[in-house]
């Protein structure tokens, strides 16, 4: 409730802080790292997005209610992919859990198909080099490449999907709600350019689908400096911003992701 000890707390944080070493959360640790994240063997309350997709990726129908949330089994992203990959052992955990592995398979099968379904759709697909720091304790052993692989791409796929169900749920009901959009690019006559450096003729209208043929193209070719291309295309995209979107106001889609909700 308004002005209720969490209220004002929030307030007076106005958002968590992530720093390499810390994060400084806006409400209490009671909340932001106990009830509300899915700690292994305990219930959490939770909004279920329940979706059927048919084999291409294409939702057929979708529910959401609420529910509770029991995680059996705490994986980490690495371990994931790597086992996906064939280049690592099959993590910790997976056998103690009926079907798990069965289940990660599906959605690491669903989760390639609807990232295929989005591409065709126009989705740029970029690569950027992020560092992970790696501490001992307190202090800072090492700095090593955080790249993306395929058991981020799972959730990725999934969040993006339960978003737009979200999204359209809210609509139906008539109801108004913040999105994230990334709007048409203004520079979008300075991408054509950088594209012209490469050999390459872009529309001179905005065309998502022309600019993804582009970049894979570019990384086929020269993988090595493809993040160096993929972030000079993000800083001329623009920045991502928060829309309010009402009944009276369509808020504009997410040009990047090549989705409206």
Partial sequence: ????????????????????AQIYPMLPERLSTDLTSLNPGVD???????????????????????????????LSYDAVAAWLDGTGRKPAGIDAVPELEQAIRLQD???QRLRERRRKAGALDFES??????????????????????????IEEFMIASNGVIA??????????????????????R?????EEYGVQLPLQPNSRALNRFLAAEKKN????????????????????YAVETPSHKASGHFGLAVRD
């Fill in 168 to 189: 359209r749920y809210l609509a139906s009901k008539s109801f108004p709600s913040i999105r994230r959009v990334v709007r048409v690019p203004k520079r979008w006559d």
């Fill in 44 to 74: 959490r309350l939770a909004v279920v997005v329940d979706m059927t997709l048919d084999a291409d990726g294409g939702l057929i129908e979708s529910k959401v209610y609420c529910g509770m949330v029991h995680n059996r089994c705490k």
């Fill in 129 to 154: 080099i992020e560092t992970k720091p790696v501490f001992d304790g307190s202090v800072l052993m090492n700095l090593v490449v955080d790249e993306s692989n395929r058991a981020k791409e799972i």
């Fill in 1 to 20: 409730p308004k002005d209720s000890p969490i209220d004002l707390q929030a307030q007076h944080n106005t958002a968590s802080v992530y720093t390499t």
């Fill in 191 to 195: 991408i054509v350019a950088l594209a």
């Fill in 222 to 241: 020269d993988p090595l400096r493809f993040p160096d291309l993929s972030l000079n295309v993000i800083k001329l995209m623009g920045a991502g911003e």
């Fill in 109 to 111: 099968n669903l989760a």
